[in-house]
């Protein structure tokens, strides 16, 4: 004999829902570092005119690119603040039609360098592209070099 809609214990299941599905969940937003509290992370970041730095410029230990700049900093930086960082380093980056695309270089799983491209901004922001995306959304882990291009 069937159940007939009920449940073991004689109470009837709810309806099945009705109507489109739920939206799927929002990204979740990260918290902010409190800044006066937490110690910020030194990032090493190389900067290249025209474009990324390829794998084999991080393979050898010791041997990165020569132009790199140390930046102390917060997993929740933004990618507009990195972006006037390099600005003070970089003349090139002041430019007004400069735009900067970022990558992130860490190890794969067989311990080669992986350069990964995660945002573009404009050296002028205008609030759109990728300026307010922070390195912890982008999958950033303490560890990781970042590489800017400057186009």
């Known amino acids: 004999m069937s159940d007939g809609g009920k449940r073991q214990g004689g109470r009837a299941l709810p309806p099945p829902p009705r109507g489109p599905p739920p939206p799927p969940p929002s990204r979740p ?10 110690c910020p992370l030194l990032l090493r970041v190389f900067t290249k005119i025209g474009g990324h730095h390829s794998m084999e410029d991080f393979a050898v230990r010791g041997k990165e690119p020569k132009d790199e700049v140390q930046i102390y900093t917060w997993k929740d930086a933004t990618l507009r603040e990195l972006t006037d960082l390099v ?18 270089v860490f190890p794969d799983k067989n311990g080669r ?3 990964q491209e995660v945002g573009k901004t404009l050296s002028y922001g205008n609030g759109r592209l990728d300026d307010g995306k922070a390195l912890a959304e982008l999958g950033f882990e303490i560890g990781d070099y970042l590489d800017v291009a400057i186009l």
Request: without cysteine.
């Open 29 to 38: 937003r990260l918290e902010p570092v409190d800044r006066e509290k937490t």
């Open 87 to 104: 600005k003070e380093v970089a003349p090139a980056a002041r430019r007004r039609n400069a735009k900067l695309s970022f990558a992130f």
């Open 113 to 115: 360098f992986k350069v």
